[in-house]
Every structure is written in C-alpha cells, then in structure tokens.
C-alpha cells in the first residue's frame, strides 16, 4: 500500500519538577537550601532514513509524545533529561504546519533531521530562589509542558526519471523490464494505483531511479482519474519519459495523448512544462504500431524547432521500444543515463553542501498577554509567557504563591485584571490554574478610606 499524506500530532516532553532539600551535614547547622532543577523533556525530531518508501506507519500511529525529564536532585544536582525521539520519514517529506497553515520543511537527504517541538524547562529547585531576605525558601518550581505541533506530512518521490502516458501504454511493464521492481501489470485501465520506484543498474555499477506515474489523464489536475494525488510526484524529477501507445489499439491518437497530457503538466504546474522530456513509442512488436511508426517520427521531427548553434538544449529524443521483446531498452537507458550525467546534477535523495542537514522550526509564536470576561464572575487570562508561568506554580505552598503573585504584578497581569474590571471574588482562569482575584493590602486600605470618606460627605 502506497500512503503519501499523513497528519500526526507530536507532543514533546515535560521538564521535570524541581525539588526542595536542605543541606543536612554534619558540622553544617546551617546547610541552606541545595534543591536542584528538574531534567529538560525530550526533543521531537523528524529524521529521513533510506529504507523508507511511504507514509504508511503513520496511518497506525499519528500521535508521538517524548519522556518528561526527571525530578530534581539534592546537592543542586539536575534531573535526568527526557529521551529524545526520532521519527522516521521517507526522502522527499514535505512538513507543513497545520496550526501555522504553511510549508515548514522540505527534506530530501538521508540523513536530514529536522526538529519540530522542543522539551519544556526543568523546573528551578529551592536553591535558585534564596536571596538576602528569604534564605530558606520552602517552595520549588514545577516543569514547563514541551511544546505540541500539528504536522502535515507530504511525500514527493525522489526519482531521476519519471515515466507517465495514459493508462495501458506500458510504464509498469517498463519498470519491471529495466528494474527489479515487480508492480501489477494487466490489460486494463488504472491497473496501477500508487507509483512504483525501481532502481536501474549498469554494468559498471552507476544506477538511476525510474518511477512510474500513474492516473494521468485529461483533467488529472482536477482530480479526474486519481491524477491529482500523483501529479506532485513529478516535480521532483529531472527527466520525464512519455511513454505512447504508438499501436493505437485503444483508438486514440498518441500524439493527440501527448498534447492531452502535457496540458495537465502545465495546468498543474507551470514549471513542469520545462522539463526535458524524451518520447517513447512504445509496443514496437504489434504491426499496426510498425505501421505508425514513420508518421509518428515526422510528425514529431516536425515539433522541433531549427537547430541552434548557439544553444545547449538537446533536441527531442524519440525511442521506439516494446517492453514485451526488449527491442530498443538498452538504447533508451544509456540515452537516459548520457542526459543524467550531463546534467552535472547530483540526484537530490543524496547529501550536498547545499543541503543542510540539521534543521529545527522556530519556536511556537509567542501570543501577547490578554484578559478577557467570560461570564459574569470569570475572566481568563491567555498569553504564551503568562500560561507559561502558571503551569510551573505549585499551588499548594503558600511561599510559591506569593511568588507567583510577585510576578503577576511584574509581568503587568494584576493591572490587566483591574483594567479589565476584575472584583473581589472573581475568578481568574490561566491555562489549567484558577484562583479568585483579590485586592492586595494596600488596595483594600485605599478603598475603604475612599468609602470612609463617600460616607463623611468629602466626595471623591
């Protein structure tokens, strides 16, 4: 079975908690806190390895989650970090970010690796938050969540050549004649329904990839005859052959097919309509294909422009074969290779020094702090840095609650909420943590002297 498309979710791993310990030694009294941070979660990364061919394993598996790191040591030790993952990808994996609606990746080296969600922060232990005036903090901090992707996984093939024509010309026939790929082969249409890889090999070992297109027909680039899921896999490729039914027993016209076609490559992508392509008239070993044979060739000759001194470009090369005896293979695969080598282009599955092999996407975009009214009696506060914070509060001790207020106050939340009209009682939602507002000391005093002095008559 051939998969192309795939979506997963991949969640990375939670940093650990960090821990509270004091140093209890002998002739040290007075130890102070040694509480170390948490270990980092584990990394998510997409890698390309060789021997894959499709998307299938993930059709059975489309969520990836990475190990938390460890809880903190005494000593100021730091907890074991997360495992991280590898998943493996196919050469020529398109990744796009389905949350950021775009193409983030396009990996086609073996060896390629591309990191897409980050492990959280371990969380800092009592020993980072001693200072002159609280110099034995009872509290810690918990772990920051690792980052979590939606992914879209694309599979382009990485061929030297791709083989397309309408359905029943010969291309499968072709691959298992020139390569040891076996795919279906029958007399009827859309016998082949996922493209087929195949591996050419020389004498002197130099080896090409061929693979053959299937469901192309006219308005292929509209979805008609599954033409749509195959044509990206021609982008890629660095020659086409157009393979024709030079027979005509079906009752068509080739050259009419090659005009059909052609106008599919282009109505799908433009810039398909300039690569080098090479005819092959194929089924050389019926009559009525012998027959057609010197008015396919001029009609074709005709098509050529006048020769160019000045120019590089080869002319069009026709190939009049038959899968069935042979005839003509071995000219058409050393044209092939000749137009390959020429090319001066290293096939793209293989690594460059144009090809960087370790990538990683940008951190998830930081959303600005915002308070918002749900009901009459709560508000929610959303915001990368601020939900951030909240997931690393141990809401169970009171010293890690008064910190948490401390940095509310700085990162500006407690002015929000009171711009945002917040009362006394109100809950307060930020990520996965509530708590009700309350006025601070200095505010409760303010207002009951406002009130106090409303009641005397002083006005406002």
Same mark, same amino acid.
């Given at each position: 079975m051939f998969i192309d498309e795939a979506k997963i979710t991949v969640r990375a791993g939670k940093g650990g908690d960090g821990i509270v310990t004091f140093r209890r030694e002998k002739y040290e009294p007075r130890g102070g806190p040694n509480g170390g941070q948490g270990g980092s979660g584990g990394n998510i990364s997409l890698v390309v390895k060789e021997d894959m061919r499709t998307l299938l394993d993930f059709r059975y598996r489309t969520i990836f989650k990475a190990d938390g790191g460890r809880l903190g040591l005494s000593k100021k030790h730091t907890g074991k970090s997360g495992k991280h993952i590898e998943i493996p990808v196919p050469p020529g994996t398109v990744v796009y970010d389905l949350d950021l609606g775009r193409q983030v990746a396009d990996l086609v080296a073996v060896g390629q690796t591309l990191l897409v969600a980050r492990g959280g922060k371990g969380g800092l232990g009592n020993s980072s938050f001693a200072t002159p005036s609280r110099q034995a903090p009872r509290f810690c901090q918990r772990g920051a969540p690792g980052e979590q992707r939606r992914l879209r996984l694309e599979l382009k093939l990485l061929a030297d050549v791709g083989v397309i024509g309408y359905p029943s010309v010969g291309k499968s026939s072709l691959i298992s004649v020139v390569s040891a790929a076996k795919p279906e082969i029958a007399a009827y249409h859309f016998t082949t329904l996922q493209p087929h890889l195949g591996v050419v090999r020389f004498d002197d070992y130099t080896t090409f990839v061929i693979a053959d297109m299937p469901g192309l027909i006219v308005g292929a680039h509209q979805g008609i005859g599954l033409g749509d899921q195959f044509l990206k896999h021609i982008e890629r490729t660095r020659l086409i052959v157009h393979m024709l039914d030079a027979s005509g027993v079906e009752g068509r016209d080739p050259l009419q097919d090659r005009i059909d076609i052609n106008r599919e490559l282009e109505l799908y992508k433009p810039e398909l309509a300039g690569v080098e392509q090479i005819v092959v008239l194929n089924k050389m070993d019926l009559p009525s294909a012998r027959e057609n044979l010197p008015g396919l060739l001029e009609a074709l000759a005709a098509e050529q422009p006048p020769p160019d001194e000045f120019s590089d470009e080869p002319g069009l090369a026709v190939f009049p074969i038959s899968t069935a005896t042979r005839e003509g293979i071995d000219d058409l695969l050393n044209h092939l290779r000749?137009?390959?080598?020429?090319?001066?282009?290293?096939? +793209?599955?293989?690594?460059? /020094?144009?090809?960087?092999?370790?990538? /990683?996407?940008?951190?998830?975009?930081?959303? /600005?702090?915002?308070?918002?009214?749900?009901?009459?009696?709560?508000?929610?506060?959303?915001?990368?840095?601020?939900? =951030?914070?909240?997931?690393?509060?141990?809401?169970?001790?009171?010293?890690?609650?008064?910190?948490?207020?401390?940095?509310?106050?700085?990162?500006?939340?407690? =002015?929000?909420?009171?711009?945002?009209?917040?009362?006394?009682?109100?809950?307060? &939602?930020?990520?996965?943590?509530?708590?009700?507002?309350?006025? +601070?000391?200095?505010?409760?005093?303010?207002?009951?002297? &406002?009130a106090e002095a409303r009641e005397g008559g002083l006005g406002d």
């Open positions: 000749t137009r390959l080598t020429a090319t001066g282009m290293q096939p +793209s599955y293989e690594p460059t /020094e144009d090809i960087p092999m370790e990538l /990683e996407l940008a951190p998830l975009p930081i959303e /600005e702090m915002r308070v918002e009214r749900v009901s009459p009696d709560d508000l929610i506060v959303s915001g990368t840095r601020v939900e =951030k914070l909240a997931a690393t509060i141990d809401m169970d001790a009171d010293e890690s609650l008064n910190w948490f207020q401390n940095q509310l106050e700085e990162q500006g939340v407690i =002015k929000a909420l009171r711009e945002a009209g917040a009362e006394p009682g109100d809950n307060v &939602i930020i990520g996965e943590v509530e708590f009700f507002y309350a006025l +601070s000391p200095s505010e409760e005093t303010q207002r009951r002297m &406002i």
